[in-house]
């Protein structure tokens, strides 16, 4: 409906691992933005990236990392897992710059840190 | 102090009421203002930006007070497929949103 997808839609992983998720942004959109959506919270700012450079950051550890490419693929990495970590993460993508415009939310990635 | 704080919910209403939820933030230089939906087990959507001057879309009014760090939304004639979350969302350079408000539209 958005034009935004993720993969997987669900994931299973134990404590220690390292886990990579995966967005396609609409067509034309540069920006991309990643939240962490605890059960019962709003969702999380992680980070943000804008023609492949992370342009803005929250209150989270450097191991969640990502990646943008050309082709409005992302990424996002979280190592050594941990249980606190289980969480919807959802990626969004905006036109412009994105800090303040409209974003578009893909159907998220569910986590389940065992 | 939360940067962006959301009236805690849940709200029980039954069909045609009317309902308002509140939201404060904390960064007086946010520049842009929204109001998502997020259906159960689903990703957030735009339900409308909010707008100085406020503005109205259908049954939906919302409301920004700059002053006051203050944004409302009025939902009338409640229906029961607006039962969801509802969440207030302030940009700054990225987004942030609220913890939500939860909404249940009874018949």
């Known amino acids: 409906e958005t034009g935004v997808t993720q993969s997987p839609t669900h994931l299973i992983k134990t404590r220690g691992q390292q886990v990579t998720l995966r967005c396609s942004s609409q067509?034309?959109?540069?920006?991309v933005s990643w939240y962490q959506q605890a059960l019962g919270q709003g969702p999380q700012f992680i980070f943000q990236?804008?023609?492949?450079?992370?342009?803005g950051r929250g209150n989270f550890p450097p191991r969640f990392s990502g990646l943008q490419f050309p082709n409005y693929s992302s990424e996002l990495n979280v190592n050594a897992l941990e249980l606190d970590d289980s969480a919807l993460y959802l990626c969004?993508?905006?036109?412009?710059?994105?800090?303040?415009?409209?974003?578009?939310f893909g159907p998220g990635t569910r986590l389940l840190v065992l | 102090r939360k940067e962006v704080e959301q009236d805690p919910g849940p709200f029980n209403v039954p069909e045609g009421a009317t309902v308002a939820f509140n939201c404060t933030y904390s960064?007086?230089?946010?520049?842009?203002f929204f109001w998502y939906r997020q259906d159960c087990r689903k990703e957030p959507k735009l339900l409308m930006s909010?707008?100085?001057s406020g503005n109205e879309d259908g049954r939906f009014t919302a409301q920004l007070n700059r002053a006051s760090q203050y944004i409302s939304l009025l939902i009338r004639d409640s229906k029961l497929s607006d039962s969801a979350t509802y969440l207030c969302?302030?940009?700054?350079?990225?987004?942030?949103f609220g913890a939500g408000t939860r909404l249940t539209v009874k018949p």
């Open positions: 969004a993508s905006s036109p412009g710059t994105g800090g303040e415009e409209t974003q578009y």
């Open positions: 067509s034309g959109h540069n920006t």
């Open positions: 990236y804008y023609r492949e450079e992370e342009n």
């Open positions: 960064n007086s230089a946010s520049q842009s």
């Open positions: 909010v707008y100085s």
């Open positions: 969302v302030v940009g700054h350079n990225d987004m942030r």
